[in-house]
């Protein structure tokens, strides 16, 4: 019985089965994480009526989404209405079959992971602006012309900080990137110091723009509540709205994922012991919780930007420090093979 596990297809199958039911249960309970969070963040007690301390209360808001009937306002282009929630849904679950959990614990270990999660991640934009322009409603499209103005913005620094990581590691398979990182506390291997000293800037720029992309606070322009009532989901209800919620936290989890498998050591151990067998993935989930908890508290701190200093953030911060970084970088992986033949 056990044989049949191996063989590729079941294998694939079981995994993208196991990565649906983690996205499900990460969308519902990270939802009661921030309004909990929330809660004590500004003082007050959060939910905690269904279940003992609130734990119910995803299954609660599921029940309530799921009674719901879906409806399709007139006058809306009604194919693209119902295919944007699951244009929105589908990314994230492809994204995070390339994800090495653990040293074995991915379901496809692609050469190209990097690219293949950032050709996927893209479509998440395509999916948001669709839906806004499917809906007819003046607040859904000036939330989609937001979101993808948004994404052209941040998307360029992005991926200036993923080329500088691929100059220094030289892979763009995820599985292997990690591999790179094994050494002691902070993972001295992946931040290269002696080939670019502000790689650790590079990490807060790829965290700015991870909150950015995934359309959370203080960046959240595209569903501004004060100005845009929902923004791209204000005709979407029951269901549908929910696919969109749960999509929300599907790409936050991608996000710190891969922020956790590019800067952080992935399911490598950051005290060089406890490393090896089940330590790989609880390291990992760790890891990528506790990035979880920030990018929470960060929403929950600081109050929403206007849409032009959000822009201006992009083009003339952001961008400028990631091309110097990879200016540098490409300097120094030059000049650093001389210097060491020299002395």
């Given at each position: 019985m056990l044989h049949y596990l191996t063989?590729?297809?079941?294998?694939?199958?079981?995994?993208?089965?196991?990565?649906?039911?983690?996205?499900?249960?990460?969308?519902?309970?990270?939802?009661?994480a921030e309004r909990k969070g929330a809660g004590r963040i500004q003082r007050r007690p959060g939910p905690n009526e269904a279940g003992y301390g609130g734990w119910l209360q995803p299954v609660a808001d599921g029940i309530k989404l799921l009674a719901k009937q879906i409806m399709v306002p007139p006058g809306t282009d009604a194919l693209l209405f119902?295919?944007?929630?699951?244009?929105?849904?589908?990314?994230?679950?492809?994204?995070?079959?390339t994800i090495p959990f653990g040293e074995s614990l991915v379901a496809v270990d692609l050469n190209i992971g990097l690219l293949f999660v950032?050709?996927?991640?893209?479509?998440?934009?395509?999916?948001?602006?669709?839906?806004?322009?499917?809906s007819r409603n003046k607040y859904s499209i000036i939330s989609a012309a937001r979101v993808v103005s948004q994404s052209v913005a941040y998307e360029i620094p992005m991926l200036l900080v993923v080329i500088t990581m691929l100059m220094v590691t030289g892979k763009l398979n995820l599985n292997d990137i990690v591999v790179q990182q094994a050494g002691w506390f902070w993972h001295w291997n992946l931040f290269k110091l002696w080939v670019n000293p502000l790689m650790p800037v590079t990490f807060v720029i790829f965290f700015t723009c991870m909150l950015a992309e995934t359309n959370r606070a203080p960046f959240d322009m595209a569903e501004a509540e004060s100005e845009l009532v929902a923004g791209a989901f204000t005709e979407y209800g029951g269901m549908g709205f929910g696919v969109f919620f749960m999509a929300e936290y599907a790409n936050i989890v991608v996000g710190c994922c891969l922020?956790?498998?590019?800067?952080?050591?992935?399911?490598q151990s950051p005290i060089g012991v406890l490393s090896g067998g089940l330590w790989g993935p609880l390291w990992f989930l760790g890891k990528m919780?506790?990035?979880?908890?920030?990018?929470?508290?960060?929403r929950w701190?600081?109050?929403?930007?206007?849409?032009?200093?959000?822009?201006?953030?992009s083009w003339k911060i952001l961008i400028p420090?990631?091309?110097?970084?990879?200016?540098?970088?490409?300097?120094?992986?030059?000049?650093?093979?001389?210097?060491?033949?020299?002395?």
């Open positions: 063989i590729e297809p079941v294998r694939i199958l079981l995994y993208l089965v196991g990565i649906c039911a983690f996205v499900g249960a990460n969308a519902a309970y990270l939802v009661l119902r295919a944007a929630p699951l244009m929105v849904m589908a990314p994230p679950l492809m994204c995070l079959a950032f050709s996927f991640g893209s479509i998440n934009v395509m999916a948001l602006m669709l839906g806004g322009w499917a922020a956790t498998v590019l800067f952080l050591g992935g399911w919780y506790a990035l979880i908890f920030t990018v929470i508290w960060v701190t600081f109050p929403r930007t206007q849409f032009y200093t959000l822009l201006n953030l420090i990631s091309l110097f970084t990879l200016l540098l970088t490409g300097a120094m992986m030059k000049i650093m093979p001389i210097l060491t033949k020299l002395l």
